[in-house]
């Protein structure tokens, strides 16, 4: 119990700070019927998140991969004050190119239908194919 009001007052801190981010498009929603996050809803539906030519990074990590990589155009990131607070480096880069949605784990998971410990989700539009040449030659890593 003592943990969960120390995680809520964590959280809770974050909401209040979250006008500090100015190089940050932060967009709190506290309400599930919210319009501005309606792209999350059905996002369980895995063919009509492909017809709207988007795919779900789901988790801190892929979300930063995601965002590292300039051949991806996410148009929005849904997140908790955590993952807000982990991935703040990364979102300072690029978090002005599109709306971060910051939201408590219930309306998270009210909204998305997921249950999601994560707490950390973007859609991505789904980048143009690049021809296997390209991909061995951007191969970070490769040896000759």
Known sequence: MARTSALMSVEAQWYRNVACLPSMNVITVS????????????????????RRGLFIA??????????????????????NAASLHA???VLETRAAEMPVFLCD???FAGVTGLNLHRGCLALVRVPSAIS??????????RRA
């Not at 309400?31 to 492909?50: G, K, P, Q, S």
Request: aromatic share 4%; net charge positive; glycine share 4%.
């Open 31 to 50: 309400d599930l019927h919210d319009t501005r996050i309606a792209a999350y809803r059905n996002i369980t539906d895995a063919e009509l998140v492909r």
């Open 58 to 79: 789901e988790g801190r990590l892929i979300v930063e991969r995601v965002l590292a990589d300039r051949r991806c155009r996410v148009e929005s990131l849904m997140m």
């Open 87 to 89: 991935l703040r480096p």
């Open 105 to 107: 784990t219930a309306v």
């Open 132 to 141: 296997w040449r390209e991909a061995v030659t951007r191969q970070p890593g």
